[in-house]
Structures are given as structure tokens and as C-alpha cells.
């Protein structure tokens, strides 16, 4: 059974960061490497966009193919904390009407090797959509759940 339909990981690089460091925590987030991205035709899209005194360079991963589906579940579920799970199950407002699904990694956790969720606004962006049928929140709900349990 297909519980997600995609799966999207975001970040903001500041200026000073280094850009290849960020994507190799964009790429930890979603359970692949360097290699992965020619091997398995991936692209993580660049763009930028002006800050208040500099620019801000936006890095995305989008997956939408089942088998990168699911090294990336299972690379987040895996790493994630049995308290952050937990967390994650008892938030009714990180589920949107779209059933799409957000949580935040802590940027300096992904890039010394730990997830952590946060709220914080230096992180890592990530969405999934739940796949539920029917296509509802409560049936979304219970799939989230199973996932995180």
C-alpha cells in the first residue's frame, strides 16, 4: 500500500554557508547521496532569491517515483527520535486540507548526521502527501500514524 504520493525536501542556503555542505544535507534528509543523483536521474533544483542584505540560494528535492518514495520514508522514519515520532502523531495542525504533511529538521542536526525536529526557521523544509483512500483527513490521520508508530 502506497502511503505517500510525493515527497519534498527544502532548504535556504544564507550567504557564507557552504552550498555543497547544504545539498549534502538535502540529500541525507531524503536517504540518498552524490552517486544517487545520476544514477537514479534526480535534481535538486537551485534558485535564488534576495534577502535583506544578501542574496538566499533555495535548494529543492522533489521525489515522486515510488522506490525514491520509499528510501526517503524510510530514511525519515528511521532516524527520527521515538519522541519526535511521538510528536509528530499527536499534531493535528502539521496536516493540511490538501493532505500534505510538514515537518522541519534542524539545519546544524542534518549536517552533523541527526534528525531533530524544530521550529525553528534554520532547517530543513520537509512535505509529503499522504495518499489515503478516501481521500480525507481522518483517513490521512491513520496512515501518519501507522507510519510514525
Do not use: W
Amino acid at each position: 500500500m502506497r502511503l505517500i504520493n510525493n515527497f519534498v525536501v527544502r532548504v535556504f542556503c544564507k550567504s557564507g554557508e557552504d552550498e555543497q555542505l547544504i545539498k549534502e544535507g538535502l540529500l541525507r534528509v531524503a536517504g540518498f547521496s552524490f552517486e544517487d543523483l545520476e544514477r537514479e536521474k534526480l535534481v535538486i533544483s537551485r534558485c535564488v532569491a534576495k534577502g535583506f542584505d544578501d542574496k538566499i540560494i533555495i535548494f529543492e528535492l522533489f521525489l515522486q517515483k515510488p522506490r525514491h518514495l520509499g528510501v526517503a520514508l524510510n530514511n525519515l522514519v528511521n532516524n527520527l527520535s521515538v519522541k519526535d515520532k511521538g510528536f509528530l502523531c499527536a499534531q493535528d495542525n502539521r496536516l493540511d486540507d490538501n493532505l500534505d504533511f510538514y515537518l522541519r529538521l534542524l539545519k546544524p542536526g542534518i549536517l552533523e548526521d541527526f534528525f531533530e525536529l524544530t521550529d525553528s526557521g534554520d532547517c530543513f523544509h520537509v512535505k509529503f502527501n499522504v495518499a489515503s483512500f478516501p481521500k480525507n483527513k481522518v483517513v490521512a490521520k491513520q496512515n501518519i500514524n501507522k507510519l510514525f508508530s
